[in-house]
């Protein structure tokens, strides 16, 4: 294991005039990552990722809790797992003024790195940085300066990489050739910690992952042992009123529930319900303004554990 | 610790060889105070005796130099605390310290730098100072400098935000500055003026220099001068250390 992280908590206390304000950002966090594991903890905005992700890279003390990162203990050897891990944060750390090569021999030297040559071009190389590896950062894309920040992370091959929040910000484009990137990590034996509030992201790239929000893990499990709790199909609906809809198709759901201007059905087996259900709306003159019918996605998982949906909380866009 | 600063430091060093147009803008301020503001101060206090009036102006000009040029420095690394770059490195196995003292030495470097070019016109001017008079002075500069520096980065550290920091460079800065005597001597002013500046930090630097321009290396304030931004140095170093620390967890 990789990681193994139980009962992590952070509080953060906060003076201002109205008076002396805590915010408790991460309420319990345990996690267990494999190595060679691509684990995602995917939440809204404030859940408490980005605290948790920094209290495994040392960078902030738990309040109370224990882990053991790469083998060695947090609290009492944060040197030893500094030494074996990568870290990304959402800001990226690319030197916009110095190019990438710089940036990246800089980075090998620091952490000692015996062939410091080869160590560079082999990271530019896997990343696709070799062509502008000579460019100021600040000359670069956005995409090409996450990879540039990634290459930072990987110059001294550590056996875990910390990626928060790897591809807010970036084009459709670029956020699919860097999760192509990221998952040729795990080809290469790397273990991958990677903070998302993109549910397509947790659900493509990660083998594990934690959904949390407010400070602690709602749910647990691979992608499909989360959806596999939310059993069967959804049809999402929209009506001219949702809920007299809600009670009326209740008795072929499992479950209903009204998420803004949508209606969300919950049942076993779509496809054969599908019929029965449209008939009982126009017998009941519920007029249909649009209809969709889904697998469950890891929204729905949210939905299921918190009551809201994960795009209302602003954190998909 | 020693083997990572000197890793920062020559990081920093090439990092400000490729865009070298930043420091030789700065090297422009003493230059420009040597040129456009001594002979002002020549004609009015020493009867156009440029010489005499260097051996008072010079060392007040070279402590302003010292700060100024090292209280610039704090801005870049809020550049780096929002880029992410200073979380990066805190979270390397590098040494938290050798981070900002790396930094440190480059900014004693161009120091440095400035300092011979100041000097070097202050000299074709007609100035005049003896060897260990001048390495005494720059000493002190040096001393002056991370003084300054320390307290740059950790303003940096603590405000992070560029905004903040220049309104509260400037509320400090100029009272401290003008009570200095860097510009014109204290003792040029009334009594009162000259108690009160020697509350304040810079006096001492000044008046030192100036005792080491005229060659009166037994002045006590010779011994005040360096004492005092020792130690403050050795405070503010200690404080942005703590601010990185802090940052870092």
């Known amino acids: 294991m990789i990681i193994d992280a139980r009962e992590l908590r952070k509080t953060f206390t906060t003076k201002s005039r109205k008076g002396t304000q805590t915010v408790e950002a991460v309420k319990e966090v345990s996690l267990q990552v494999d190595k060679g594991q691509i684990y995602g903890v995917l939440g809204p905005n404030g859940a408490g990722k980005t605290t948790t992700i920094r209290m495994l890279a040392t960078l902030i003390t738990p309040d109370s809790g224990t882990a053991t990162v790469a083998g060695h203990n947090l609290l009492k050897e944060p040197g030893l797992v500094r030494r074996s891990l990568g870290y990304v944060s959402q800001a990226g750390g690319v030197d916009e003024n110095v190019s990438p090569r710089a940036q990246i021999t800089f980075g090998a030297r620091i952490y000692g790195v015996a062939d410091v040559e080869n160590a560079v071009e082999s990271v530019l190389k896997r990343l696709d940085l070799v062509e502008f590896a000579d460019r100021p950062a600040r000359t670069l894309s956005g995409g090409q300066k996450r990879r540039v920040a990634i290459g930072l992370g990987l110059v001294h091959s550590p056996p875990l990489l910390f990626l928060d929040e790897p591809t807010t910000g970036l084009d459709p484009q670029n956020r699919a050739n860097l999760w192509d990137r990221i998952a040729e990590l795990r080809e290469q034996g790397t273990s991958v910690l990677l903070s998302t509030h993109y549910l397509e992201e947790a659900d493509a790239l990660c083998d594990r992952l934690a959904i949390v929000d407010h400070g602690v893990i709602v749910a647990e499990g691979t992608a499909s042992e989360l959806k596999r709790q939310i059993q069967g199909d959804v049809i999402s609906l929209r009506l001219d009123d949702l809920g007299r809809g809600a009670e009326v198709l209740a008795p072929y759901a499992k479950e209903t529930r009204v998420d803004d201007d949508l209606l969300r059905v919950y049942v076993d087996d779509g496809e054969h319900t599908l019929p029965s259900l449209l008939r009982t709306l126009e017998e009941r003159q519920l007029q249909i303004k649009s209809i969709a019918m889904t697998s469950a996605t890891l929204d729905d998982v949210f939905l299921a554990k918190t009551g809201r949906s994960l795009r209302d909380t602003g954190a998909e866009s | ?249």
């Open chain 2, 1 to 249: 610790m020693i083997r990572d600063t000197w890793l920062f430091f020559g990081y920093e060093m090439r990092a400000l060889m490729r865009n070298p147009v930043w420091p030789l803008l700065g090297l422009m301020q003493p230059v420009l105070y040597l040129l456009l503001f001594a002979p002002l101060f020549a004609g009015q206090a020493f009867n156009g005796d440029m010489g005499k009036a260097l051996d008072v102006f010079a060392p007040g000009m070279l402590v302003m130099t010292a700060l100024f040029s090292s209280f610039t420095a704090g801005y870049g690394t809020i550049m780096e605390l929002k880029s992410g770059v200073l979380e990066r490195l805190a979270v390397s196995p590098a040494s938290r310290p050798s981070i900002l003292l790396g930094r440190m030495l480059r900014d004693t470097v161009m120091l440095l730098v400035q300092s011979a070019v100041f000097l070097v016109l202050g000299f074709v001017l007609g100035m005049r100072i003896g060897v260990v008079a001048l390495l005494l002075m720059l000493l002190l500069m040096v001393a002056t400098g991370l003084m300054a520096a320390g307290a740059a980065y950790g303003l940096a550290l603590a405000t992070k935000d560029e905004n903040a920091m220049g309104s509260i460079m400037q509320f400090v800065m100029l009272p401290l500055m003008l009570l200095s005597g860097a510009l014109l001597p204290m003792a040029y002013g009334p009594a009162w003026l000259e108690k009160v500046a020697w509350f304040t930090p810079f006096y001492h630097p000044t008046e030192a220099g100036r005792a080491l321009f005229a060659g009166d290396f037994g002045d006590f304030n010779v011994l005040l001068g360096f004492v005092i931004m020792l130690g403050l140095a050795a405070l503010t170093i200690s404080w942005s250390v703590r601010g990185l620390r802090r940052l870092a967890g």
